[in-house]
């Protein structure tokens, strides 16, 4: 179907939230200025997001400075937490599913996330030598459909299709002109015309 797959991370790979709500409360206990809560379930509505959208979301009593020193000790500590956990976030056949695909298909990732949370990532679900290139908000400020196309450009993709969870995963296919395939199991809710699995595994059969 496609030559190349790019992957979204959370709520389609893995399912973090829990352990990053943890060390997110821990850092806005520290820094305070906020009234901000943080759950499980309160991240997979936000998780998707560029970072800056998330803190303006979660710590909008917060002043500019607040926010910044907030995300800031939350990704600290978030990249702590998620380092020294031992459970597996994975969602199932992950790992079987991108080394079967990686055989055939270039594979890439594109996240909202911050600097060096797709290298954790890659590292604890001990698939670095299956994904060729990625990008994020955190190292280029850009959007995520500009770092899908800026990706593309790098590697000279031509024909590729993003898998991923949410609406703006959906919209950020819209600006980078490739397909959209919906995990349907993760975080969000999508409506849209395209292809839909319930299940990773499934892109064997798509691919």
Sequence with gaps: MMKDIIFDVDGTLWDSTGVVAEAWNKAIGEVGNTAAVVSAAVLKKEFGKTMKAIADSLFHDADEKTKEQLMEKCCVYEHEALAENTANL??????????????????????????????????????????????????????????????????????????????????????????????????????HGGQVINGIKELLSMA
């Design 90 to 191: 994975l969602y199932p056949d992950v790992v079987e599913t991108i080394k079967t695909l990686a055989q055939t298909h270039r594979i890439f990732i594109v996240s909202n996330c911050q600097s060096g949370y797709i290298e954790l990532f890659m590292k604890k679900a001990g698939i670095e030598e299956y994904v060729s290139d990625w990008e994020c908000f955190g190292d280029t400020g850009r959007p995520k459909g500009e770092n899908i196309r800026l990706l593309m450009e790098r590697n000279k993709i031509s024909d590729a299709a993003y898998v991923g969870d949410t609406q703006g995963d959906y919209e950020a296919t819209k600006i980078a002109q490739i397909p959209f395939i919906f995990a349907r199991y993760g975080f969000g809710n999508v409506e």
